[in-house]
T-cell receptor, first 117, second 118 residues
Framework: AQSVTQLGSHVSVSEGALVLLRCNYS??????LFWYVQYPNQGLQLLLK??????LVKGINGFEAEFKKSETSFHLTKPSAHMSDAAEYFC???????????????FGQGTILTVHP | DTEVTQTPKHLVMGMTNKKSLKCEQH?????MYWYKQKAKKPPELMFV???????INESVPSRFSPECPNSSLLNLHLHALQPEDSALYLC?????????????????FGPGTRLTVL
C-alpha cells in the first residue's frame, strides 16, 4: 500500500519569500511522485513529476522538488513567492508496480498556500 | 490540443432529477477517469475507463452511472442524488501504452463541474 502525507494544511508566506510545501510518502516499491496545483474552482494542473533519474525536478512556474529516498520525501519549493501562486497544492504517488492497468494516484490531503503582499 | 473539457461548469439539481455530466478530450488518451472532490479534500477516484470499457468502479453508488460512448467522450449520468453528493466532479485522461497506463504518465484534468444537489 502507498500513502502520502502533506505536513501543514495551510502555509502562509509573504510575496518574495521562499515557498516550502512538504510531502512525505510511503511506498514499498520505488514510487512515481507528482505535484499538482489547483486554483479555486478549477481542475488540477501538473506542476512537476519525478519518475527516474535526476532527483531534483524542475516544473512550471518556477517550482521544483527534490526526491529524497532516504527521507521518503518530495518537498516542493519555489525561491520567491508570487501572489499568483496562491492555490491548493496536492502531492500524489503512484506505485511503479505494474499490477493495475490504470495507474491509480494516491493523493495527499492538500496544502493551501496563501501569499501576502 | 492538450485540454480536457467538461460541461456544464455548474449544475444545480433536485433529488428527483436526472442529469448528465460530459467530459471530452482529443489527446488520443485511452484511459479516462471520474473523480469526486469535496471541499478542502483531495480528489477521490470514482471510475476508470480503459479503451472505452469500465475497468474500475470504486464502489460508487448506482445513482452514478458512467458511460464512455467513444474514445474521446466520457459521461456521468446522475439520478436520484442526495445532498451529500454535492461536490466538484473532475474528469481526467491519461495515455495508455501497451494496454496499461505507465506509472510515470500523468493524468490531465478538466476544470470540473460544480454540482449542487438540493
Amino acid at each position: 500500500a502507498q500513502s502520502v502525507t502533506q505536513l501543514g494544511s495551510h502555509v502562509s508566506v509573504s510575496e518574495g519569500a521562499l515557498v516550502l510545501l512538504r510531502c512525505n510518502y510511503s511506498s514499498s516499491v520505488p514510487p512515481y511522485l507528482f505535484w499538482y496545483v489547483q486554483y479555486p474552482n478549477q481542475g488540477l494542473q501538473l506542476l512537476l513529476k519525478y519518475t527516474t533519474g535526476a532527483t531534483l525536478v524542475k516544473g512550471i512556474n518556477g517550482f521544483e522538488a527534490e526526491f529524497k529516498k532516504s527521507e521518503t520525501s518530495f518537498h516542493l519549493t519555489k525561491p520567491s513567492a508570487h501572489m499568483s501562486d496562491a492555490a491548493e497544492y496536492f502531492c500524489a504517488v503512484r506505485s511503479s508496480l505494474g499490477g493495475t492497468s490504470y495507474g491509480k494516484l494516491t493523493f495527499g490531503q492538500g496544502t493551501i498556500l496563501t501569499v501576502h503582499p | 490540443d492538450t485540454e480536457v473539457t467538461q460541461t456544464p461548469k455548474h449544475l444545480v439539481m433536485g433529488m428527483t432529477n436526472k442529469k448528465s455530466l460530459k467530459c471530452e478530450q482529443h489527446m488520443g488518451h485511452r484511459a479516462m477517469y471520474w473523480y469526486k472532490q469535496k471541499a478542502k479534500k483531495p480528489p477521490e477516484l470514482m471510475f476508470v475507463y480503459s479503451y472505452e470499457k469500465l475497468s474500475i468502479n470504486e464502489s460508487v453508488p448506482s445513482r452514478f452511472s458512467p458511460e464512455c460512448p467513444n474514445s474521446s467522450l466520457l459521461n456521468l449520468h446522475l439520478h436520484a442524488l442526495q445532498p451529500e453528493d454535492s461536490a466538484l466532479y473532475l474528469c481526467a485522461s491519461s495515455q495508455v501504452l501497451a494496454g496499461v497506463v505507465p506509472p510515470y504518465n500523468e493524468q490531465f484534468f478538466g476544470p470540473g463541474t460544480r454540482l449542487t444537489v438540493l
